[in-house]
C-alpha cells in the first residue's frame, strides 16, 4: 500500500449528515407542534444555520449562543411560535440517534481494518459525534477519532492534525498518510497545510471553483480502494 495512515472525514465522508439533519429537523418541528411545509422551513433554517456557521469561524459569535441563536431567528423570520431553547435541546437530543451511512462505507472500513489504522478527524461537538459513531456501527473499525471541540482546533488549521500525529505518536510529516473528506475548504486544505496527500469525496460531481487542488477525486467512497 502506498499509505500507512487514514484520516477521514466524518460527516458527509462515512456518515450521512444532510439525511440525519433533515429526519431529525422533521422530528423535532413535530415535537414542538410546529406544522406546515417542513421541507421550506428546513430550507430556511439552513441559511440561518449557516451565516452563524461562518460567523463563528471567523470568531464573531460563539458556539453555545450560535447552538440556540439559529432555532430563535428561524422562528422571527417564518413567524412561528415555540421556545428555541427546547427545540436546541431537542436537536442535539435526536441528532446522534438519527445516523445513516454514506453508501459503501461499511464495506470499506471493513477492507481496511486491520490492514491500516484509520482514523476519523472531525469538526463537531463532542458528545454528538461520539454518540453518532457508536450508533453507525462503524466504532468497531476506528482506532482514533479527533473531534476539533474536544482538541480546540478545526480543520483546515494544521493544529487539529499535530494533534492527532501527536496522540498517534507519529511524525507531522508523514508523506505516506492520506486526508479523505468531501469538504475542500477544510479537509483538503487542512491535508494540503500539514503537506500530506488527500482524497476529495465529491459524490455529486460539484465543479471546483477553489483554488485548492486535491491529490486524487472520487465519486464513490469505495474508489478510494484503488488509490491505495
Ligand atoms: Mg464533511
Redesign the pocket.
Given at each position: 500500500m502506498k499509505y500507512d495512515l487514514l484520516l477521514f472525514?466524518?460527516?458527509?465522508?462515512l456518515l450521512d449528515?444532510k439525511r440525519s439533519e433533515d429526519v431529525s429537523f422533521q422530528i423535532i418541528l413535530a415535537k414542538n407542534g410546529i406544522v406546515g411545509d417542513v421541507k421550506a422551513f428546513h430550507e430556511s433554517y439552513k441559511v440561518i444555520n449557516d451565516l452563524l456557521w461562518s460567523q463563528h469561524a471567523e470568531g464573531l459569535v460563539s458556539k453555545d449562543f450560535l447552538k440556540v441563536e439559529r432555532f430563535r431567528k428561524f422562528l422571527e423570520v417564518n413567524n412561528l411560535e415555540a421556545d428555541p431553547n427546547q427545540l436546541c435541546d431537542d436537536y442535539l437530543d435526536t441528532l446522534p440517534s438519527q445516523v445513516f451511512l454514506i453508501e459503501g462505507a461499511v464495506e470499506l472500513l471493513k477492507t481496511l481494518h486491520g490492514k491500516i489504522p484509520l482514523v476519523i478527524v472531525t469538526n463537531g461537538i463532542g458528545v454528538v459525534q461520539h454518540k453518532r459513531l457508536l450508533n453507525s456501527g462503524l466504532k468497531p473499525y476506528i482506532e482514533l477519532m479527533v473531534i476539533s471541540e474536544e482538541c480546540g482546533f478545526s480543520k483546515p488549521d494544521r493544529r487539529i492534525f499535530d494533534y492527532t500525529f501527536e496522540i498517534l505518536n507519529r511524525s507531522h510529516l508523514s508523506s505516506r498518510t492520506l486526508m479523505i473528506?468531501?469538504?475542500l475548504e477544510t479537509?483538503i486544505l487542512g491535508a494540503k497545510n500539514i503537506e500530506i496527500d488527500s482524497c476529495w469525496f465529491n459524490p455529486d460531481k460539484t465543479s471546483n471553483v477553489t483554488t485548492i487542488s486535491p491529490t486524487y477525486e472520487i465519486q464513490n467512497i469505495l474508489e478510494l480502494l484503488r488509490i491505495l
Open positions: 472525514d466524518a460527516d458527509d465522508t449528515f473528506g468531501d469538504k479537509d
